[in-house]
Antibody, heavy 116, light 107 residues
């Protein structure tokens, strides 16, 4: 059974970078599927942020394109989110998921607050 | 971006009842629509894709309908475990976008 688990700091200061890790068990991230990050803002709005493919290519939401980077470590079966120059508007619960268009397995989410 | 308008935002119902959740797209998305269930402390579940195809493991009391711009999630004979937040999502074009969510609460 596939499981995904987000991890990372729960508090980030404005203008700094937000970095999260998604650890995947039960499936090898290079075997197929793409791997996405999605976030849910306070108030429940959900935003698709971007994905990294099983081959390592990436695609990002244009609204974030200048600030976001998704990478991976295949030896650890993990993929990562980095979001630069964060503001309080980046306060959200961040989810990793399997899939690019359809997300059929999700982590439980990591809450990140941007505050000084 | 394709805007997804989901309604109602809040719905109260009792076990055994049927409920209907609407999702409208700002342009035609054919049948590239998914429904997800979100519960506190649990991983989100993909319930339905392609507008009406049940994901493996989704109970048959869930159904989806619609195409183009108008879609509906129907839950018949509500069970206690169905009280959750439901989201629609279009995957017709990037950026993939979600509805604002419908919170289904116990009446």
């Amino acid at each position: 059974e596939i499981q995904l688990q987000e991890s990372g700091p729960g508090l980030v200061k404005p203008s700094q970078s937000l970095s999260l890790t998604c650890s995947v068990t039960g499936y090898t991230i290079t075997s197929g599927y793409d791997w996405s990050w999605i976030r849910k803002f306070p108030g429940n709005k959900m935003e698709w942020m971007g994905y990294i493919s099983y081959s390592g290519s990436t695609n990002y939401n244009p609204s974030l394109k200048s600030r976001i980077s998704i990478t991976r470590d295949t030896s650890k079966n993990q993929f990562f989110l980095q979001l630069n120059s964060v503001t309080t508007e980046d306060t959200a619960t961040y989810y990793c998921a399997r899939g690019r268009r359809l997300m059929d397995a999700w982590g439980q989410g990591a809450s990140v607050t941007v505050s000084s | 971006d394709v805007q997804m308008t989901q309604s109602p935002s809040y719905l109260a119902a009792s076990p055994g009842e049927s409920v209907f959740i609407s999702c409208k797209a700002s342009k035609s998305i054919s049948n590239y629509l998914a429904w997800y269930q979100q519960k506190p402390g649990e991983a989100n579940k993909l319930l339905i894709y392609s507008g009406s195809t049940l994901q493996s493991g989704t109970p048959s009391r869930f159904s989806g309908s619609g195409s183009g711009t108008d879609f509906t999630l129907t839950i018949r004979n509500l069970e206690p475990e169905d009280f959750a937040v439901y989201y629609c999502q279009q995957y017709y074009e990037k950026p993939y976008t979600f509805g604002a969510g419908t919170k289904l609460e116990l009446k």
